[in-house]
């Protein structure tokens, strides 16, 4: 059974604080991915990493960072958390495209209050 | 900006109906149109997909149409279940599968 694990599902940190989010695949998945949900925007991709220490910038990139040192484990980082990053985050991973399957596969997403 | 825009927001049906949801997007490198299916308190999961080159696939009561010239795309959900009820996100992915969404539809069916 193919498995996204995020670390917490539920997380409350203070405002200027350091976060720190994890996902973890067993798929050898090539390609992982951080999303934020909030109601009325839909998920939006914050950053992209198609292999070990590469990454790229989604929409949304400002005031968090990530870290891909193993292929199976993806980093989101809040550097000074802020109110306004209180969000559902969702971890996905996917092959890389051009084989048949692209299908992404969704942890159950942290939800964090910064306060 | 929003590559991927999706209409409506929500979505009320009675069972037995059809549920129709739309998607537009803007950038011709799309090659992968997937719509994933969200229910409270899980992660968005795949529920069926179409690559550019098809005009329509279906997957039981679930089919996508797909207009390349328009560059639009739809989900269409015949004989609509409670069931159903969830939150519906249409996307597209382009080189090495960078996955972009819409802004998700709740659909609510009615008994």
């Known amino acids: 059974d193919v498995k996204v694990t995020q670390s917490s599902r539920y997380l409350v940190k203070r405002t200027g604080e350091k976060v720190f989010l994890e996902c973890v695949q067993d798929m050898d998945h090539e390609n992982m991915f951080w999303y934020r949900q909030d109601p009325g925007l839909g998920l939006r991709l914050i950053y992209f990493s198609y292999d070990v220490k590469m990454k790229e910038k989604g929409d949304i990139p400002e005031g968090y960072s990530v870290s891909r040192e193993k292929k199976e484990r993806f980093s989101l980082i809040l550097e000074s958390a802020s109110t306004n990053q209180t969000s559902m985050y969702l971890c996905a991973s996917s092959l890389l495209q051009g084989r048949d399957n692209t299908e992404a596969f969704f942890g159950q997403g942290t939800r964090l209050t910064v306060v | 900006q929003q590559q991927v825009k999706q209409s409506p927001q929500s979505l009320i049906v009675q069972k037995g109906g059809i549920s129709i949801i739309n998607c537009a997007y803007e950038?011709?490198?799309?090659?992968?149109f997937p719509w994933y299916q969200q229910f409270p308190g899980k992660g968005p999961a795949l529920l069926i997909a179409i690559r550019p080159d098809v005009s329509e696939k279906k997957e039981g009561r679930f089919t996508i149409s797909f207009n390349k010239s328009a560059k639009q795309f739809s989900l269409h959900i015949m004989d609509s279940q409670p069931g159903d009820s969830a939150t519906y996100f249409c996307?597209?992915?382009?080189?090495?599968?960078?996955?972009?969404f819409g802004q998700g539809t709740t659909l609510q069916v009615k008994p």
């Open positions: 996307a597209a992915t382009k080189r090495k599968g960078k996955l972009i």
């Open positions: 950038n011709t490198a799309f090659d992968y």
